[in-house]
């Protein structure tokens, strides 16, 4: 895995004095660079150890929650007007976030009190320096897989055929092949739930920018009162840690699923800059759907704010579809993931 991603925040050009809260500087910031991930960190020597086990009923909580958080995502709005498979679809509900269930707002609580700049730089961290697994793409899609409880009455949905309505939906429309392969991989990031992560709440649901004052545009704004960066003098700030317009690429948002699977495939694929917005920005709601963070925002930004538009509804809007035979569409995917990917991705 490459330090790319170190490399863009030495540019941010904030001094050790300036991030002033860390609770334990010294582990986390070296005070002679500028950035935020210091060199001892950088040349720890990478991990090879692989999970064992699953925990099934942990997975299937996970699968819950996400359904969850889904259900609510379903809203109205003008989507791309080349998109048809949805257009007879009943898209009368929108984010009526008051009328969550209480395992939607018992997530987003957790969620927003710990997501903090102190444990998005620890994971970010820890993503640079282990290999959790090596595997290929369809290996990967048949892991994520088993976060269903296949026995349990209430889900009716596996992972695998939610990626696969996605790229199906997709394909119907004409899009091209890589946005198809886009569809067919977004969320396999979730894989996270089984390679350490500490809950769901740096797995799944809406991300933001962590380092800068919270947006109200979030879902539940209430609940970052218990985030300790909320009382911050520098983080509670509009800019905090940023510079007006210097792009998204040089924030940092909230750690999940979306922005583990953007590092991993970001090196190690052929996708073009749109599909890879697709895929760091889905879960970006305060930004693609409320219009926050613009004054973040560079002319890059916006062109891929269109493209996470145009991917949207393909990812919500597909779960009412039938479902998909995994062997019969295993060919076709697999001829286009031979396309994008290399045989074996490191994760």
């Not at 976060?147 to 696969?164: K, R, Y």
């Not at 004409?174 to 198809?180: I, N, V």
């Not at 569809?183 to 740096?202: A, E, I, R, Y």
Request: proline share 4%; net charge negative; aromatic share 12%.
């Amino acid at each position: 895995m490459t330090d790319n991603f170190s490399d863009q925040f030495i540019r941010l050009s904030m001094t050790f004095a300036d991030c002033r809260r860390l609770q334990s500087p010294k582990q986390y910031l070296d005070s002679t660079v500028i950035g935020f991930i210091p060199t001892s960190y950088r040349s720890t020597p990478a991990s090879t150890d692989m999970p064992i086990a699953v925990i099934y009923n942990a997975g299937r909580a996970l699968d819950e929650t996400s359904d969850a958080i889904d259900h609510v995502n379903v809203l109205k709005g003008k989507w791309n007007e080349e998109s048809k498979f949805d257009q007879e679809k009943d898209k009368t509900q929108f984010r009526d976030y008051d009328a969550a269930c209480d395992r939607v707002k018992k997530f987003y609580k957790e969620q927003h009190e710990k997501q903090t700049v102190e444990f998005n730089i620890k994971a970010r961290v820890e993503f640079n320096s282990k290999k959790r697994a090596r595997m290929g793409v369809w290996e990967a899609m048949e892991m994520l897989n088993t976060l269903v409880d296949e026995s349990d009455p209430d889900t009716n949905l596996s992972q695998i055929e939610h990626l696969l309505q996605t790229a199906e939906a997709i394909r119907r429309d004409g899009k091209p092949e890589w946005m198809q392969v886009t569809g067919l991989v977004h969320d396999l990031g979730k894989l996270l739930s089984m390679f350490g992560s500490q809950g769901q709440w740096d797995v799944v649901g809406d991300t933001f920018v962590v380092g800068c004052k919270f947006s109200e545009k979030i879902i539940y704004p209430h609940t970052f009162e218990g985030n300790p960066d909320s009382q911050d003098v520098v983080y509670s700030t509009k800019y905090g840690i940023y510079e007006p317009h210097c792009g998204l690429d040089n924030v940092m948002l909230s750690w999940g699923h979306d922005e583990y699977l953007y590092h991993v495939l970001k090196d190690q694929s052929t996708l073009p800059e749109e599909a890879l917005a697709m895929i760091r920005y889905h879960s970006f709601y305060p930004w693609h759907r409320e219009g926050a963070y613009t004054h973040l925002m560079n002319e890059k930004d916006q062109k891929s704010l269109e493209a996470v538009q145009a991917f949207n509804p393909y990812d919500l809007y597909s779960k009412s579809d039938g479902s998909c035979d995994p062997a019969k569409l295993r060919p076709y995917y697999e001829g286009l993931i031979a396309k994008f990917f290399p045989t074996v991705l490191d994760w």
